[in-house]
């Protein structure tokens, strides 16, 4: 099931040049990782994944989005819902995401994946600590918006975030939905829509 998505138009591999004049005895083969690659995660990768998470969410709030458990059960059950950003093989940012199928995100749908619905619940979008603020985070969100926009069926995208992050999610192109009726202790949170099929320019243009 799992399948790379496509080559970072952003970051282009880098490649060394045979000098002029220097005849090679046979063919060389490439034993570099790719510069940057996007794909959907597997339950291989959810060490990483969850290395990423602990660190960006556990000093902060003292607990993650997804337990270690519930992460490789969402790469085992829908990774075609999941995005990894990788740079020379190591994992830098990752969106994980399941089906859910109510107009408003409930609190079921923070550990169950829907089948064959027209709404993703984004559990978690994280970068590395290491690459935060350079952008990765705004263009894997984007990438992974272009393409749920090619996998049939898909309608929109929900997700529940901390109000101090409103304003990434707006930018991104998500409409505010009010207080989600989700709850943690000492923390809430608003509800994020995102609809799929509203631009027919944006997915005319992306490659699907
Ligand atoms: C939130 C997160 C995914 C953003 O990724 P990023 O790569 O650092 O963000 P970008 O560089 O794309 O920044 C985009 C914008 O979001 C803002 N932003 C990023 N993190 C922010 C934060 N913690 N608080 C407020 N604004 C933030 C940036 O200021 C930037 O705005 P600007 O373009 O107006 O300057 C990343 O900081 C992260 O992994 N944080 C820890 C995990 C988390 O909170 N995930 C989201 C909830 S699931």
Redesign the pocket.
Known sequence: MTQQVSNSPFLKPFFLKTPVGVVSPRPQRRHTLPASEFRNLNPQDAISVFEIERE??VSVSGEC?LTLDEVLNFLGQCPELSLGWFEEGQLVAFIIGSGWDKERLAQEAMTQHVPDTTTVHIH????HRHC???????ILLWRYLQYLRCVPGLRRALLI?EE??V??YL?AGFKEKGPSAISVPNMCFREMEYMLGGQAYARRNSGC
């Not at 978690?124 to 970068?127: I, Y």
């Open positions: 960006a969410f989005p978690v979008l994280s970068v935060r603020q350079q952008g990765k985070g705004s975030c101090f992050l304003p990434f930018k």
